[in-house]
């Protein structure tokens, strides 16, 4: 059975960082992407920030120049890298992967359980 485990939330002040990291345990054939949503209190859930597996990139316009996103293929783990941030990134993140348990098979989505992320200005 497939798991993300998500670890490294917390209270920080702006301006400050913190280090998001999420560990998918389980069998599989492969991570297709992996990625990082949040929902702040109020509003819907929506992407930060996403990868795959060749390690390209993508991320929201709020987050650019901001934050960073990694992963290690080998430990099947994705890293945030939160610098600088805001009160308005506040919010509960919740970790992502598409997942294919064969070749040429539809991956699934599985969601982490979510870690807290305040900002206190």
């Known amino acids: 059975q497939v798991q993300l485990v998500e670890s490294g939330g917390g209270l920080v002040q702006t301006g400050g960082s913190l280090r998001l990291s999420c560990h998918a345990t389980g069998s599989m054939f492969n991570i297709a992407a992996m990625g990082w949503y949040r929902q702040a209190p109020g509003k819907q859930r929506e992407l930060v920030a996403i990868i795959n597996s060749r390690g390209t990139a993508n991320y929201a316009d709020p987050v650019k120049g901001r934050f960073t996103i990694s992963r290690d293929n080998a430990t099947n783990t994705v890293d945030l890298q939160m610098n600088s941030l805001k009160f308005d990134d506040t919010g509960v993140y919740y970790c992502?992967?598409?997942?294919?348990?064969?070749?040429?098979?539809?991956?699934?989505?599985?969601w982490g359980q979510g870690t807290t992320v305040t900002v206190s200005s």
């Open positions: 992502n992967a598409l997942i294919q348990f064969a070749p040429f098979r539809t991956g699934r989505y599985y």
